[in-house]
């Protein structure tokens, strides 16, 4: 039974009602979690990304690229139509269909 305990570790795991092996499986997740963040971020300049579809979106029309976008009302620009819908709608509080 000393063996078992041996390291403290393991000791400490039963104190607290954990188990080594759902300690194991954890450490494995955290590790998997780690990695998806990573696939997720972009090569050219370290943004992270939740999505893989978000850094598609980013290295396509964002990254290493000037703001093409254009407030009427303010000098912001974007690099995206739909930021700078957002843009307007929570700055100037207009309502906005569609910009040209």
Known sequence: EDSIYSDGYSAL???IG???TTMNSKVKSTSKTEEWYKK???PRCG???????SLRKHLK???GLEPQFKCPYCEHR??????LKQHI?????ISI???P
Request: glycine residues 6%; aromatic residues 6%; hydrophobic residues 30%.
């Open 13 to 15: 795991l039963t104190v």
């Open 18 to 20: 954990v188990n080594r």
């Open 40 to 42: 997720r971020m972009c």
């Open 47 to 53: 943004k992270d990304f939740l999505h893989l579809g």
């Open 61 to 63: 029309f964002e990254c």
């Open 78 to 83: 974007s690099k995206q139509k739909g930021n």
């Open 89 to 93: 709608q929570n700055k100037h509080r």
């Open 97 to 99: 269909i569609e910009i």
